[in-house]
């Protein structure tokens, strides 16, 4: 045992006195940026500093984020808000600490934290009922997890068990895919500089131009033809860290063809576009296709809890009922993360914040498109769908000048992990047309002053 114990004992006691405070007095707040930057130089990872817009060169100064404030703001240390235009990578679709799903929370906390693994735990049978009425078509049973990579991986080995019984191994997802990083996960998703560092991956993946379905029929024909058969495609139904691409209309349809075709699993990877971001439940219903398997995490937890899920047909799902515990997780489907699956699933009907998503979405994008009219020499394209927008600029400096801009007039947003030139626009699904029209103002103001 350390012989600093009483020295961690005082230094924990301490952050938990201030963990307890809503607000805290200048100096409180100059010990506690002190103590982040330095904790990730020296004991997280010192990389970190150098991507965060609000830490200046050399580290003396960071913006430090302490309170959220309303649904769709946040505050920092030093009181500045900031409208969330992140909305941490698309979880926060019902807001910030949406009563109702702090209520559950809190609730179930009250009664039982965690559950004792062995008896049946009843808000995990209820949220798979949820779930299964919710989904589309034969979508039936769910795993739970506690992140999207986790949903990505239970995916992948769900196809791999019931597929390799009939010879299939191979697993098509596309370029510019982004599906987790985890060993699994990361042989999916396609930016070279994520992989590179780990090859080899997992066996049997291969990438196809995403859109591209006369490319992909050839590669399915041609494994078919060298008896590496497909036994799945993973795809995002709108890749997001791919840079908010948008596929053809009849895209996934036509994969839902080829999939029937070849006897294949389609996986739609939704832990980004689903829970009403795109302006249905599901992206997929955009479309009127229905996966084999469908992958949900992000907002699935209400931006509360850790939660994810992967759901799948019967017929899928039924290689795990003789030995379930095949694929485990200790912590996924806990009672806390399906109290706030629970919670959201409700706000998100009652709310009618998909439907939300789809009106304000289609306005906000008119009006971000109006807002870079006559900078076509730095933004090539504003795109997107609901509250999923992209802003693609000429190059990565351009987009990281915006975002540095923006965060200056007090609005967060951040680049896609795949394509860096292109920001995101993803707020929670709550956000008013006046907090819009002020993201839209200082897009406006920032494009003027890289035109000076």
């Not at 859109?211 to 036994?231: F, L, N, S």
């Not at 439940?281 to 509360?304: N, R, T, W």
Request: with cysteine; aromatic share 8%.
């Amino acid at each position: 045992m350390s012989q600093n114990c009483e020295a961690i004992y005082e230094y924990s006691a301490k952050v938990l006195d201030l963990i307890s405070k809503a607000d805290v007095d200048q100096t409180e707040a100059s010990w506690i940026t002190k103590q982040t930057v330095e904790g990730f130089r020296e004991y997280v990872n010192p990389g970190f500093l150098a991507y965060r817009k609000s830490v200046t060169k050399g580290g003396q100064y960071a913006s430090v984020e302490w309170r959220d404030s309303g649904p769709n703001c946040f505050i920092d240390l030093h009181g500045k808000e900031y409208i969330d235009c992140l909305g941490g990578f698309g979880i926060y679709n019902v807001g910030h600490r949406h009563p109702k799903v702090i209520k559950a929370v809190k609730d179930q906390m009250d009664r039982q934290a965690l559950h004792s693994q062995d008896l049946l735990d009843p808000l995990r049978a209820m949220l798979a009922k949820i779930l299964a009425e919710l989904t589309p078509g034969d979508l039936k049973y769910s795993f739970f997890t506690n992140s999207g990579t986790e949903s990505v991986e239970a995916a992948i080995k769900m196809a791999k068990i019931h597929q390799n019984n009939k010879g299939k191994h191979t697993f098509l997802a596309t370029t510019r895919a982004f599906h987790g990083k985890s060993i699994g996960a990361l042989s999916g998703t396609a930016k070279s500089g994520f992989r590179k560092p780990f090859l080899p991956l997992v066996g049997g993946f291969r990438h196809v131009a995403f859109g591209d379905i006369d490319m992909m029929q050839k590669t399915m024909q041609a494994c078919a033809m060298v008896g590496e058969d497909v036994a799945a495609i993973l795809v995002e139904p709108i890749q997001g860290e791919g840079g908010v691409i948008i596929p053809p209309d009849d895209y996934l349809r036509n994969l839902r063809e080829l999939c029937d075709q070849y006897e294949a699993l389609l996986i739609f990877d939704e832990v980004q576009t689903g829970m009403g971001r795109t302006g249905k439940m599901f992206c997929s219903e955009h479309y009127q296709v229905v996966p084999d398997i469908m992958c949900l995490a992000k907002a699935f937890g209400g931006g509360v809890m850790p939660a994810g899920a992967t759901i799948a047909s019967e017929k899928v799902f039924a290689n795990l009922f003789e030995n379930p515990f095949l694929h485990t997780t200790t912590f996924g489907g806990n009672p806390l993360a399906c109290a706030a699956a629970i919670a959201t699933i409700n706000v998100l009907l009652e709310e009618r914040l998909p439907e939300r998503a789809a009106e304000i979405g289609s306005w906000f994008l008119a009006e971000l498109k109006n807002a870079v009219s006559g900078h076509e020499d730095k933004v090539l394209e504003v795109r997107g769908k609901g509250l999923l927008i992209g802003l693609e600029f000429l190059n990565d400096q351009i987009g990281y000048e915006v975002s540095k801009g923006l965060f200056d007039h007090g609005i967060l947003v951040a680049g896609t992990l795949i394509n860096a030139k292109t920001i995101r626009i993803e707020p929670p699904l709550t956000i008013t047309r006046e907090q819009c029209t002020k993201v839209c103002n200082a897009l406006r103001s920032v494009l003027a002053g890289l035109t000076k």
